[in-house]
């Protein structure tokens, strides 16, 4: 069996949702401005790293893509506004954050990461791998309208997965990071730095196995607790059986890519 982080944060958050999502193959139409942000974002940094390129246009030229999209857009998330935020996000980030970034290799830049527990395959694409500030570190760049809580950091583990992948595969790590950009009116960036024990990586191995043993027992219970948390479940129509959200929020998709399996 093979599974990753993002799929066990997702049966984490709902045992429903996860089957919703990967086995049956559910999507929402249309994905939220904050999403598509963070992706388009993410576009621009990949394109910095791997191909030296200039973020900025990657960055403009992937949001573009969005301007005449079905996107809810608000009062709060309008298309011109995130348009401004990005750019000067960007721009900030290669003029205070990019000098900080040394022996960046193109093939540590979202590479596929994987190591076995048992019969179970562990994946992971990690957003970069290189020094930063002189430390061989493993980056993971995140966008957010507030500040992250320095504990829940140190506890998260998706930085524990990337740990344990990066060491399995000779890539031993002195620390792991968000890189976080804030969606301000005065965008700033600010670096979270931790690193991991073996003890972490021992107790999220374990939770790994018992998480891949339901989803092979079929066990996927609602977690209704989750109905509200984080803006609400996008699958909520489906729990709730109301078809005409149902055909008005969602897809089904006739073929899962593996990379959406996987990642």
């Not at 093939?107 to 020094?131: I, M, T, W």
């Not at 309208?145 to 595969?169: F, G, I, M």
């Amino acid at each position: 069996m093979m599974i990753s982080h993002s799929s066990v944060n997702k049966y984490d958050f709902c045992p429903r949702a996860y089957r919703y999502y990967y086995i049956e193959g559910w999507r929402p139409k249309v994905k939220k401005p904050p999403l598509l942000f963070g992706e388009a974002v993410d576009v621009a940094l990949t394109a910095l790293f791997k191909a030296g390129e200039e973020p900025l246009s990657v960055f403009e030229a992937a949001w573009l893509k969005h301007k005449d999209s079905p996107v809810e857009w608000g009062k709060r998330n309008t298309w011109e506004g995130f348009l401004e935020i990005g750019k000067k996000l960007l721009d900030r980030f290669v003029s205070e954050e990019a000098p900080r970034f040394t022996e960046v290799s193109p093939e540590n830049v979202q590479c596929r990461l994987s190591a076995q527990v048992n019969d179970l395959v562990v994946v992971g694409y990690p957003d970069l791998v290189s020094q930063v500030d002189g430390l061989l570190s493993l980056v993971d760049f995140k966008t957010s309208l507030s500040s992250y809580d320095p504990e829940e950091v140190q506890l998260n583990e998706q930085l524990t997965a990337y740990w344990w992948l990066c060491l399995a595969n000779g890539l031993p790590v002195e620390r792991v990071a968000f890189c976080v950009l804030l969606k301000l009116k005065e965008p700033r960036i600010e670096w979270y730095f931790s690193a991991r024990s073996e003890q972490d990586v021992a107790e999220y191995q374990e939770k790994l196995q018992l998480i891949a043993s339901d989803i092979e027992c079929k066990r996927f219970p609602k977690k209704t607790s989750s109905c509200g948390h984080m803006g609400g479940c996008e699958f909520k129509p489906l729990c709730l059986g109301d078809e005409a959200q149902i055909r008005d929020k969602l897809t089904l998709r006739d073929e899962i890519p593996e990379d959406e399996v996987i990642v």
